[in-house]
């Protein structure tokens, strides 16, 4: 059988450095003074080890709820006799002056620091410390590293574990004693973000050798300083860096350029047009290129081909035939051209294998893997336009565009944007239209971060849009593996606060599935979180504004299903005022069908726990379930239900029943009447996973209308689905109980009759197990 979209295993280099992660203490450290985690003195871990078990630890802090960070975790590797750090990549406000300044002695080549807004000056003294080794070095996004805390002067303290860390808002003197002296292997720098007050062109100027250099949102004075490495530069990224003719003249002289990006967030904010002139220049003189992002610039009319003289034939890619007019002298197509939020991504052929744009999807895709990582403001754009290809057209690259959209989400946590655009998309391309197509490791992927999405946000959108796409899963079996997690966080979403009538109903479907067809420990874990006073709050709240809505109804529906054979949460239901909200119920909404048989299934279960029963004996209740007995509301449904509740009480025996009224055996005469009434054939609302309940009515002579009772159900059930019951009676060794129902002079002639026919039924059954009856019942409710 083909393998599924993205159901390649983990490594087992992968699996093995989580596991350690998740059991540090069991594996390679021990809790050593005052709590603080200590490598074992036998253990040595290369870099290649050292630089996994850092670089997963950071993902895990920031993808996994249920991952505990570790105080200590980075001292870990303070000593390079026992630990190697080569290439480390540390991202957000998690990271602290302290986690660098542990690491300090490692002899690093690569270092990317982004979005750390944590970081103060007292990390650029840490970074003088890796001058000697560093190859690669990363600052994207680090806003205040170059502030020093408080106005302190640049310091760096070789114990500083305690020392409290002030908020990033107190940075405000400006680091003027840093340079990149020393640096002489730095290779590749990325200073995006870097602080106005920073002038970049000192900060640069010890650096001789640099061939790949990101200014990304770097107010420039002057660019003619870039030619200082014109001979050896092969990459340069100046986003957001305002076009200008110096800019352009200072770019063309830099000849060795391979990949060249000065593209814009928008073309609202160019202040300078693209021209024709400008693109031929850039064209001509780097000979070199293979790849140019011009992206958010305005394009004047004759930079293209008019349509009418444009190529024939399918799209191309060959330089010769390009509708934009200066890439007709490139030597080859170039691998990438970045062209999203410009006219020019529209036009037929385009000289290069990879480009960014809005025109169709694999253009929209690239412009999501291009910019996700350093542009979320363009990433969120693009995945927009994704939502829009996947719900209104057709999505060709399913498993490219899920990945894309899971790694833009799991980067970008905090960026609410970003959230509500990924949670959207991620509903469309997860429906019935692509499922089958989808691994269980990729849908995983996806419940995994839409479940982060509702941790951090409490926005209602995002809530929406994350709960709309669990919807997309199956029931509680895709979610079984977060069970406690996404629990926890629907039952949130339904605090009483929360007054959004979408998210309530969405939130309470949810619950409402979750708890049906689960083992009985996880319903008593669910109850054990509040999940049957929160429903009942709910129930309380419809009460108030007298609606019954789908809210109701599923929250009552939520309640007999998390009740089912689980006495806690009965309990917890009568603790609440779980009864009187029934009574008030019936009273407020005595039309309402399916609200009385998801009440009625509820207290069939309470009915069930002996301990319990004794606080449904009394006369106001009785009368209740008594009356019901004559509803026709949802065929047999309510009746049946009531006869069940009364049925479970009359088996305590008539020494219990201590009301004068109303009396015992007149509430029996009516359940005999109710049951005679019934269509045997009656299809039924209702999924039975044991028959434990009923069967326990059958051998006794105590109350002959419960033996009654739970015959006729047995019989209703493997008459109209004999294929799922008669396995199940006979399983539960319910062919023995009806013989000696048989042999009971108690049991009424009828009821005999009746389970003579059961057993039948199940004998014809074992003899041609072909289902008769291809209906399909409707699991609304469900039972054991």
């Known amino acids: 059988m083909a393998a599924k979209a993205g159901d390649n295993p983990d490594s087992l280099m992968t699996l093995a450095t989580v596991f350690c992660l998740r059991n540090l203490r069991k594996t390679m450290c021990y809790q050593g003074l005052r709590n603080k985690l200590c490598l074992r003195s036998d253990i040595f871990l290369p870099s290649e080890i050292c630089d996994k078990l850092v670089n997963t630890y950071m993902e895990l802090v920031h993808t996994d709820s249920n991952f505990e960070p570790e105080e200590s975790f980075f001292q870990l590797f303070s000593d390079p006799r026992s630990t190697r750090l080569t290439r480390v990549q540390l991202r957000e406000d998690f990271v602290r002056d302290r986690d660098l300044e542990a690491i300090r002695k490692q002899d690093l080549i690569e270092l990317h620091l982004t979005y750390c807004n944590s970081l103060s000056s007292r990390s650029l003294k840490t970074l003088t410390c890796f001058r000697e080794t560093l190859v690669s070095l990363c600052l994207f996004g680090c806003n205040h590293i170059f502030y020093r805390k408080g106005g302190a002067p640049l310091a760096c303290n070789e114990d500083t574990e305690d020392e409290e860390e002030e908020s990033p808002a107190s940075r405000q003197a400006i680091e003027t004693d840093f340079n990149f002296q020393g640096f002489n292997r730095l290779r590749l720098l990325n200073l995006g973000g870097l602080p106005d007050e920073v002038d970049a062109e000192t900060l640069l100027k010890p650096l001789k050798s640099l061939t790949s250099l990101d200014l990304s949102n770097v107010q420039l004075l002057g660019t003619a300083f870039l030619t200082q490495w014109k001979d050896r530069l092969a990459s340069l990224v100046l986003y957001n860096v305002d076009l200008s003719e110096e800019l352009v003249s200072t770019v063309v002289e830099i000849v060795h350029l391979r990949h060249l990006d000065i593209s814009r967030e928008s073309r609202r904010t ?18 070199n290129l293979v790849s140019l992002d011009i992206s958010g610039h305005v394009m004047l009319d004759n930079c293209t081909v008019p349509h009418f003289e444009e190529a024939m034939g399918r799209p191309s890619i060959e330089p010769c035939k390009s509708s ?106 997860t429906n019935t239209e692509y499922r089958s197509d989808q691994s269980v490791r990729l849908r995983r992927e996806v419940i995994q971060v839409v479940l982060n999405g509702m941790e951090q946000y409490q926005e209602v959108t995002v809530q929406r849009n994350c709960c709309l796409t669990l919807c997309n899963f199956s029931i509680p079996e895709e979610l079984e593996f977060q069970y406690s997690r996404v629990n926890q966080l629907l039952l949130k979403i339904l605090e009483p606060a929360r007054q959004d009538e979408s998210i309530q109903r969405i939130a ?77 119920c019936l009273q407020e909404f005595p039309d309402k069908q399916e609200l009385h048989r998801n009440m009625l299934g509820l207290l069939g279960n309470v009915a069930e726990v002996k301990a319990l029963r004794p606080q449904l004996l009394t006369p106001q209740f009785i009368t209740v379930f008594s009356n019901l007995l004559d509803s026709k509301a949802d065929g047999i449904e309510v009746s049946y239900n009531a006869c069940g509740v009364l049925s479970h009480i009359m088996f305590d025996g008539p020494e219990v029943w201590s009301m004068e009224e109303p009396r015992r055996d007149t509430v029996m005469d009516k359940m005999w009447d109710a049951i005679q009434s019934w269509d045997v054939s009656s299809r039924r609302n209702i999924n039975y996973r044991s028959f434990e309940p009923i069967l326990r009515l059958l051998p006794q002579s105590i109350s002959p209308v419960s033996q009654h009772w739970a015959t006729w159900a047995l019989f209703n059930l493997v008459s109209v689905y004999p294929s799922k019951y008669c396995p199940l009676l006979i399983k539960e060794g319910g062919i023995s109980l009806l013989e000696k129902v048989l042999k009971l002079d108690s049991s009424q002639p009828e009821t005999k009759d009746m389970a003579s026919k059961v057993m039948g039924q199940c004998e014809n059954f074992k003899e041609d197990p072909m289902e008769t009856n291809h209906g399909q019942e409707v699991n609304y409710g469900q039972r054991g």
């Open 270 to 287: 160019s202040k300078c047009k693209m021209t024709r002139k400008i693109l031929t220049a850039i064209v001509q003189r780097l000979v």
């Open 508 to 584: 309470v479907h949810l619950c409402n599935a979750l708890v049906c067809q689960v083992d009985n420990h996880h319903k008593e874990a669910v109850g054990k979180m509040g999940f049957v006073k929160t429903m009942l709050n709910l129930i309380q709240k419809k009460l108030q504004d007298r609606m019954c809505d789908q809210v109701m109804e599923f929250s009552w529906s939520a309640l007999w299903n998390i009740t089912d054979e689980t006495p806690d949460n009965c309990q917890m239901f009568l603790n609440c005022r779980g009864m009187s909200l029934f009574l008030e």
């Open 324 to 429: 934009i007019y200066p890439f007709q002298e490139l030597k080859r197509p170039l691998q990438f051209l970045g062209l999203y939020d410009t006219t020019l991504c529209n036009v037929t052929h385009i000289p290069a294998y990879k480009v960014t744009g809005s025109k169709n999807e694999d253009q929209v895709l690239n412009a999501i893997e291009a910019y996700t990582e350093f542009r979320p403001e363009l990433a969120h754009r693009a995945i927009n336009q994704l939502f829009d290809i996947a719900r209104i057209q057709h999505c060709s690259q399913l498993l490219r565009a899920l990945q894309l959209v899971i790694a833009a989400l799991k980067c970008h946590k905090y960026d609410k944007s970003i959230q509500v655009t990924g949670s959207a998309a991620l509903y469309y391309l």
